[in-house]
């Protein structure tokens, strides 16, 4: 299964570069989306709960941005059939679009969050990066998991565009909630705060329990 | 052990009936040559023989081994040449073959013979979209091939190929296992040991010994 994963990352990595979709819009709307809460909120600076919840919602839906793309070469372009017909295991197309949706969000994150810390963060965003870090990294891989299960079952659909936010943002529930608890804090005035370990637990088991779930069903979900 | 045998197969997409009841038998390095109108049949039973479509009705044996139940061991000794070439169109011939390659886990010598097989070498490395259909089906021809199937599913294999072409590719489909759905009654049945006609996903005709004029019947 490492050569196939292998094979299919170095190949979505290659599309990607030459004909770049997924990563340049993921930036340009989480940058245009904290330039709307710029001015929106009428606020120079925000901090705290708000900060958070600005940070996770904006990150939620440039995800979903990424996630509409994710399968669309191998439907547009017979890549599904290309893969079925070889002898390889099938999981190996969920863990390669689940890790290179991951490092999509972490390579958009890396603008994202400096955009967020220059054009609304109150606090120095210095302190809280190695907790922000982690937080993301866990939040990361949940909608990389989610997400590939759904972009697997939206791709099949003709209303793909439309099942993805319907059926993503719904299940992403818990993940924003425990990632905006715990950044909440992180991102508070006067310092950053100490990193709780439930809501990490809880992202940990968000990630555990949808990356078994799509262990056991992305294999049907490739059936016709 | 036969190369594909199929009794009373048969699929709908929803209420209509694509394909239903098909039963032959094919023989290892025999052609099956499928012959029918537009909307008969043909693409479906070609992607069941594919492990690509489950079989609502029937059993369907390909290589020994039941199909869907055991489609693992059938993937990678089969090739599908069909309407798509299967290519991503913004990487290069030689990256697309390399994909699949590595997929099938085949050395990248043999991508380079086909290439030269097929007269595709001097644009390997030109990406698939600037391709005219003619150099995207001797790719897609190298792509089927990759890992020297034992059977071959061809639908229209010498489709936008001029004759140069032609006389590169057809020899490279020859001596295996074949399935091939044509609409040049001439040349399919030439190539045939076994015939099946479909109307309507409906059997109307098969048999080993066919004429042309029963073939060209089912288009009328």
Redesign the interface.
């Known amino acids: 299964m490492r050569?196939?994963v292998?094979?299919l990352l170095?190949?979505d990595l290659?599309?990607e570069l030459?004909?770049p979709e997924a990563v340049p819009a993921m930036v340009l709307f989480s940058l245009s989306t904290f330039v709307l809460f710029h001015f929106a909120l009428d606020e120079a600076e925000v901090s705290g709960n708000l900060a958070a919840g600005i940070l996770w919602v904006t990150l939620l839906f440039a995800a979903v941005l990424g996630v509409n793309r994710l399968f669309v070469?191998e439907r547009e372009?017979?890549?599904f059939?290309?893969?079925?017909?070889?002898?390889?295991d099938r999981t190996a197309l969920f863990v390669a679009k689940a890790t290179l949706l991951f490092a999509f969000l972490a390579f958009v994150e890396v603008f994202m969050v400096a955009a967020f810390a220059f054009l609304l963060l109150g606090p120095s965003p210095w302190a809280p990066l190695p907790g922000l870090v982690l937080v993301l990294a866990l939040a990361n891989a949940g909608i990389a998991v989610v997400g590939t299960l759904v972009a697997a079952i939206a791709v099949q659909t003709r209303a793909r565009d439309l099942l993805v936010p319907l059926i993503a943002l719904p299940l992403s529930v818990p993940l924003v909630i425990a990632g905006a608890r715990a950044t909440a804090p992180l991102l508070a005035d006067g310092g950053a705060g100490a990193l709780e370990g439930r809501w990490l637990m809880t992202l940990g088991l968000y990630d555990l329990v949808f990356g078994l779930l799509a262990y056991a069903i992305f294999d049907f979900l490739l059936?016709? | 052990m036969r190369a594909i045998e199929l009794a009373d197969v048969g699929r709908a997409y929803g209420e209509r009936v694509a394909l239903a009841g098909v039963t032959l038998a094919l023989e290892q390095g025999e052609t099956l040559a499928v012959f029918g109108a537009n909307g008969a049949g043909k693409t479906t039973l070609l992607r069941i023989l594919?492990?690509?479509?489950?079989p609502h009705r029937g059993t369907a044996r390909v290589l020994g081994h039941e199909l869907?139940k055991q489609g693992?061991a059938v993937?990678?000794r089969?090739g599908?040449l069909?309407h798509?070439?299967?290519?991503?169109?913004?990487?290069t011939a030689r990256?697309n073959l390399r994909?699949?390659a590595?997929?099938?886990?085949v050395e990248a010598q043999r991508i380079e013979e086909l290439l030269d097989a097929v007269g595709m070498r001097a644009r390997a490395d030109d990406?698939v979209h600037t391709f005219s259909r003619g150099m995207v089906q001797r790719t897609a021809v190298c792509?089927a091939l990759l890992h020297d199937p034992e059977l071959l599913l061809l639908d229209e294999p010498l489709a936008g190929l001029d004759p140069g072409a032609v006389g590169l590719v057809a020899p490279l489909l020859k001596g295996r296992t074949r399935v091939l759905i044509s609409h040049d009654v001439e040349a399919g049945l030439a190539e045939a040991d076994l015939v099946l006609g479909l109307r309507q996903g409906r059997v109307a005709l098969l048999g080993r010994d066919v004429s042309e004029a029963d073939v060209r019947a089912l288009y009328a």
């Open positions: 050569h196939a292998a094979a170095r190949k290659r599309l030459r004909s070469a372009e017979g890549g059939d290309g893969f079925l017909l070889a002898p390889v059936e016709d | 594919a492990t690509l479509l489950r869907p693992w993937r990678g089969i599908l069909g798509e070439p299967l290519l991503y169109r913004d990487l990256e994909f699949h590595r997929l099938h886990g990406p792509r």
